[in-house]
């Protein structure tokens, strides 16, 4: 998984942990949030509407210095 889709994953998983009352499994934090997105489409560089998100676009523009 390329790094700056992974920081979105490691985000919502954040968010749900959080959500949660800071507790719960790691990983299926991690898996939720990796499906969600997916279902979203913005593991493919895509938004919800099926667009390139911004972040992608300048790293197609720029590239990943990370």
């Given at each position: 998984?390329?790094?700056?889709?992974?920081?979105?994953?490691?985000e919502r998983?954040?968010?749900?942990?959080?959500?949660?009352?800071?507790?719960?499994?790691?990983?299926?934090?991690?898996?939720?949030?990796?499906?969600?997105?997916?279902?979203?489409?913005?593991?493919?560089?895509?938004?919800?509407?099926?667009?390139?998100?911004?972040?992608?676009?300048?790293?197609?523009?720029?590239?990943?210095?990370?």
């Amino acid at each position: 998984m390329e790094k700056h889709l992974e920081q979105r994953v490691r985000e919502r998983a954040y968010e749900m942990w959080e959500s949660e009352g800071r507790c719960g499994d790691p990983e299926d934090h991690w898996a939720r949030a990796e499906q969600e997105l997916k279902n979203a489409g913005t593991l493919q560089g895509q938004d919800a509407a099926g667009a390139k998100t911004p972040d992608d676009t300048i790293i197609d523009e720029l590239g990943d210095f990370a």
